[in-house]
């Protein structure tokens, strides 16, 4: 069970409530860095940027980048690209000093409270196990659902190079 309350955390819907209104010429970026190795994994990859003046600065004031993974629990299983960009907002938010005293937002700390509740399905055991490229993209598709595949990537990676992949 988690150990904090996640109404002590800030949404990133509100950090950007909380930024437009006190800087009404700022803007908030996003940029798709996934490449196609990435889309082939499941996974996301996006980065953000904080102008608090979009017309004078000429740097943001805050950057931050997230990494998610299709399927899995919450908002993964259907929007995981969407909930990347989010996640990446947030995290730029927090480098503006839109963070609060907490860095992380309330995405993220669900994240974590999800991640507490279950045990790994797949483990690098099981990744090392897979004999064939067939079976091993069987796992991996499983263990994206189950969001095991996040902490697997490498594993993953070495065995398919391993398996001729």
């Known amino acids: 069970m988690a150990r ?20 009404s010429e ?20 996006v980065y953000a940027e904080v102008w608090f003046d979009k017309n004078n600065d000429t740097r943001p ?10 399927g899995g629990a919450g908002a993964n299983q259907t929007s995981a690209l969407e909930n990347c960009e989010s996640s990446a907002v ?9 963070g609060g005293d907490k860095r992380v937002t309330r995405e993220e700390m669900a994240k974590v409270n999800r991640g507490s509740a279950k045990q790994a399905q797949i483990t690098a055991n099981d990744v090392q196990a897979a004999t064939t490229l067939a079976e091993l993209n069987h796992l991996w598709a499983k263990a994206t659902d189950s969001g095991d595949s996040i902490g697997l990537v490498s594993e993953f990676s070495a065995r398919k190079k391993a398996l001729g992949g």
């Open 4 to 23: 904090f309350d996640l109404q002590n955390y800030e949404t990133v819907a509100q950090r950007i409530i909380r930024f437009y209104a006190d800087h």
């Open 26 to 45: 700022g803007a908030i970026i996003t940029k798709y860095l996934t490449t196609d190795a990435d889309r082939e994994r499941r996974q996301w990859v």
């Open 61 to 70: 004031t805050g950057t931050g980048l997230a990494f998610e993974v299709d």
């Open 90 to 98: 947030g995290r730029a938010l927090a480098q503006a000093n839109y």
